[in-house]
């Protein structure tokens, strides 16, 4: 079974349950950057679109704040929340803000952010979700992640947080609000499905692989920019390859090639209600 089957087979008796509550379902994607699951989440797109189920694509990356809100806190809090990623980085009220929309069967503009020019694109440049939308799906690299103990946040985890954040404000602010208003987005999620990369080693490689094109096109970041960048993600990106295997929905686990080796679904529980959804994701 490859991933694209993983899904669709969850996908299934998720509508049909949403159906007979009168409400759309949310299908989370989650995994490692280079994983594969903007290309999955596409694909399942697609499909639905064929299936005539009304269906819309988000990414918590088109949520990111523009770079002037980041500015301002890099001022306030910390100078490296400039660069986009991590929780605290994204407009999480704005996503609520969606999916309350679309439960309501709204047709509803959805952002898009532009990576080369680093802010969101014109609101005109947005892809608009049908109304009576039956089928949200959210992919994103920390989708689903829950944030770490205080204790597991003393010791840096690699050298940008030993050299640039040797106090822990920006890792302590990062997982405040992971433990916040990302957990009431999270709990908009009836399943979640997680692409799990051996490790974070491969993870490196992959992002390097994603880079090459643009780097030969001369706008991608040269190997010490790049390998800066990966360590902004490193933290969470470790804690989920720990932590979201025994929590994920359909866990489809991955080899260093992003060939599929094992898949493994989780006994289904029924979908909390949204007006239950007040409590931080599973």
Same mark, same amino acid.
């Given at each position: 079974?490859?991933?694209?089957?993983?899904?669709?087979?969850?996908?299934?008796?998720?509508?049909?349950?949403?159906?007979?509550?009168?409400?759309?379902?949310?299908?989370?994607? =989650?995994?490692?950057?280079?994983?594969?699951?903007?290309?999955?989440?596409?694909?399942?797109?697609? #499909?639905?679109?064929?299936?005539?189920?009304?269906?819309?694509?988000?990414?918590?990356?088109?949520?990111?704040?523009?770079?002037?809100?980041?500015?301002?806190?890099?001022? =306030?809090? +910390?100078?490296?929340?400039?660069?986009?990623?991590?929780?605290?980085?994204?407009?999480?009220?704005?996503?609520?803000?969606?999916?309350?929309?679309?439960?309501?069967?709204?047709?509803?503009?959805?952002?898009?952010?532009?990576?080369?020019?680093?802010?969101?694109?014109?609101?005109?440049?947005?892809?608009?979700?049908?109304?009576?939308?039956?089928?949200?799906?959210?992919?994103?690299?920390?989708?689903?992640?829950?944030?770490?103990?205080?204790?597991?946040?003393?010791?840096?985890?690699?050298?940008?947080?030993?050299?640039?954040?040797?106090?822990?404000?920006?890792?302590?602010?990062?997982?405040?609000?992971?433990?916040?208003?990302?957990?009431?987005?999270? =709990?908009?999620?009836?399943?979640?499905?997680?692409?799990?990369?051996?490790?974070?080693?491969?993870?490196? #490689?992959?992002?390097?692989?994603?880079?090459?094109?643009?780097?030969?096109?001369?706008?991608?970041?040269?190997?010490?920019?790049?390998? #800066?960048?990966?360590?902004?993600?490193?933290?969470?990106?470790? +804690?989920?390859?720990?932590?979201?295997?025994?929590? =994920?929905?359909?866990?489809?686990?991955?080899?260093?090639?992003?060939?599929?080796?094992?898949?493994?679904?989780?006994?289904?529980?029924?979908?909390?209600?949204?007006?239950?959804?007040? +409590?931080?994701?599973?």
């Amino acid at each position: 079974m490859d991933s694209l089957q993983a899904c669709a087979a969850l996908i299934a008796p998720m509508l049909a349950q949403a159906k007979a509550r009168g409400r759309m379902a949310v299908l989370g994607i =989650a995994g490692a950057q280079g994983s594969g699951k903007s290309t999955l989440a596409r694909a399942l797109k697609q #499909r639905m679109d064929e299936a005539g189920v009304a269906s819309a694509l988000l990414s918590i990356d088109d949520l990111y704040l523009r770079p002037a809100a980041r500015e301002a806190l890099a001022q =306030a809090v +910390h100078p490296l929340l400039r660069t986009r990623g991590v929780p605290g980085t994204h407009d999480v009220a704005l996503g609520l803000d969606l999916i309350a929309a679309l439960e309501r069967g709204d047709a509803v503009p959805l952002p898009r952010f532009n990576k080369g020019a680093d802010d969101r694109l014109p609101a005109d440049q947005w892809e608009r979700a049908p109304a009576g939308t039956r089928l949200l799906l959210l992919e994103g690299w920390c989708v689903g992640a829950r944030p770490q103990p205080e204790e597991a946040l003393a010791a840096p985890v690699n050298a940008l947080e030993r050299q640039e954040d040797a106090d822990g404000r920006w890792r302590r602010f990062v997982n405040a609000a992971l433990a916040g208003s990302y957990q009431a987005l999270f =709990a908009r999620i009836d399943r979640i499905a997680f692409l799990a990369a051996p490790d974070f080693d491969v993870v490196a #490689r992959w992002r390097g692989e994603q880079e090459a094109p643009l780097r030969a096109a001369g706008r991608g970041m040269d190997e010490a920019a790049l390998a #800066r960048f990966i360590q902004h993600y490193e933290r969470i990106t470790r +804690h989920m390859l720990a932590d979201m295997p025994a929590r =994920a929905d359909m866990l489809i686990q991955l080899d260093a090639e992003r060939q599929v080796v094992a898949v493994r679904e989780r006994a289904a529980t029924s979908p909390v209600p949204p007006h239950d959804r007040d +409590h931080p994701a599973r």
